[in-house]
């Protein structure tokens, strides 16, 4: 299948999805009355919500910053924080986030950052960001059944899916990343067994670019090896980048006037519908994660309240990361675009698109297959 064509499918099934979600959360309901409600939210803690995910997207340039000082790759503040949002706007819109990284990687290749390097620090933040996620779920799993019987056992099927398929992740990152040799041995039987079951086609650029990634998944094995405290580091600064975001819902919980819920408590269960929607095949768990949030926290936000605490919540955390992350990567193309001169560029910019797009829909930093 052509680029193109699988540019339009993604588009056509994120609006399919988005589509599909206002109508399974809004059907029925008054929309005036929800709009009423959530005019009576406090724009003081609305504001602080939005913060949080400003912070988010900057926590993530920092860490960028950071680990190409390690490795010592010069790249400004502000250059580090438009792959940050680059990344976000492109997890934002592509199933499971998988072209969040590929677009990630070609900004920096345009930068003349080179793609092993660019592939190391994308590792190391792709390890740290879901590690956080299957450390609070463990944790969750052991210690928290109170909090996960009151307020999940509805969705609690659907919480251990979430946890199973993150850890089942990071499982393999990490012995990609300190295996190779081993992890090269499996991936390449299970594309021969993939082949022979004729479910995947006998290409030999398949068998090279596998090659090509587990030589970057080698890379950084021998970073991480040497540079443990920097791991160490980066977990948390990403730990603290996640409670960011989880803390949106608390400042909506705020701006209603609410009290008696624990901003931990509050913290922490929007932490479980990011580890039950985070590897599902949805832009940005769209769906899902709506409906987790109605019946996780309908305890919480009793009343009027649920339905315009979901929107306001949703909203901050997913729809304005995505508008604000798009604002910046627009501005990326016009700074791009104003670095070239001639009758070229115009087609260098839909060169830059189309790649964009290729590197998208190959989602080669989870699968290279």
Known sequence: MSSKKKNILNAVFLLVVFFLTIYSVFGGE????IADTMTEA???FLILGV????FFIWAESAILHYLFGTL???AKRRTCFMYSAIGFFFSCITPSAGGGQPAQVYYMRKNMIPVPVATVVLMVVTITYKSV???VGCLLAVFGRGLL???LYEVMPVFYLGLTLNVVFCLAMLILAFHTSLAKNI???LLGFLVGLHILKDKPSRTERLNLTMDHYNETASYLRRHKDVLVRVTLLTFCQRIALFSVTYFVYKAFGLKGTHAATLILLQATISISADMLPLPGGMGISEHLFLTIFDPIFYGDLLLPAMVLSRGIAYYVQLLFSAAV???AHILIDRRQKGPKKFLDTLKMIVHIAEFSSSSWSVCPL
Do not use: E, F, N
């Open 149 to 151: 019987d009151r307020y």
């Open 187 to 189: 991936v390449m039987k």
């Open 329 to 331: 990567t627009l501005g």
């Open 133 to 135: 996620l299957v450390i």
């Open 30 to 33: 008054d929309l005036s009355d």
């Open 51 to 54: 913060a949080c995910v400003v």
């Open 72 to 74: 010592q790759v010069k």
């Open 42 to 44: 406090s724009p003081v």
